[in-house]
């Protein structure tokens, strides 16, 4: 049972265009998210996370919308850079009593960013 | 700084060894992490400290014991492993146990395990 789906294995965008992946979850007890960036061999770099409470959060190039009712989530980068390339995942977690800081991982979507 | 230190980056064991992976913070984090990511497969949770106390054991065979000496330190101990645990081992540290808007999880660079 995937609580945190990535549809997109693959997403292939021009420089200097917008990339947007995509992110659906289905337990409604989720309420903080963030998306980390992967390269291969390496660690997942946190990127931006984003709060119930709101419905969007904006850190440089880096966008993240939240469709709190769709149980949907998208990370906007704009515009894409070929250092960009990588492995992107969204995560969730819930928050409140009880909560254990258990992030649950989508299966990643994979960016290319061609010069 | 957020960084998570792992050491050692590569490590090749035969079945009937004993060995360590071990992972340092000094963001005065005081909750740790242990995920296993296998290739092409998202990172899954194996063992969360909580104010150096194991809080969550997700079900992983005893063959991987974790150890948290102080604060800033996460040890996980590997004994008659399987060529199947062959893997990612990635070490992670937040602010405070749990979960609170805001409160990110940072990932060390990991360490690859093989098993043979």
């Known amino acids: 049972d995937q609580q945190v789906k990535q549809n997109s294995p693959s997403l292939s965008v021009q420089e200097g265009r917008i990339s947007i992946l995509n992110c659906d979850y289905t337990n409604s007890m989720f309420d903080y998210f963030l998306w980390y960036k992967k390269y291969p061999a390496e660690g997942p770099t946190f990127l931006i996370s984003?709060?119930?409470?709101?419905d969007k959060n904006e850190d440089g190039r880096f966008t993240v919308f939240l469709n709190k009712s769709a149980k949907h989530l998208s990370l906007h980068i704009v515009p894409s850079q070929p250092g960009d390339s990588a492995v992107y995942f969204c995560?969730?977690?819930?928050?409140?009593?009880?909560?254990?800081?258990?992030?649950?991982f989508g299966q990643g979507t994979t960016l290319q960013v061609k010069p | 700084d957020t960084e998570v230190t792992q050491t050692p980056k590569h490590l090749v064991m035969g079945m009937t060894n004993k060995k360590s992976l071990k992972c340092e913070q000094h963001?005065?984090?005081?909750?740790m992490y242990w995920y296993k990511q296998k290739a092409k497969k998202p990172p899954e949770l194996m063992f969360v400290y909580s104010y150096e106390k194991l809080s969550i054991n997700e079900s992983v065979p005893s063959r991987f014991s974790p150890e948290c000496p102080n604060s800033s330190l996460l040890n996980l101990h590997l004994h008659a492993l399987q060529p199947e645990d062959s893997a990612l081992y990635l070490c992670?540290?937040?602010?405070?146990?749990?979960?609170?808007?805001?409160?990110?999880?940072?990932f060390g660079e990991g360490s690859w395990l093989t098993v043979v």
């Open positions: 984003i709060s119930s409470i709101k």
């Open positions: 963001m005065g984090h005081r909750a």
């Open positions: 995560a969730a977690m819930g928050v409140g009593s009880g909560n254990t800081g258990k992030l649950i």
């Open positions: 992670a540290s937040s602010q405070t146990p749990g979960a609170v808007a805001g409160n990110t999880i940072y």
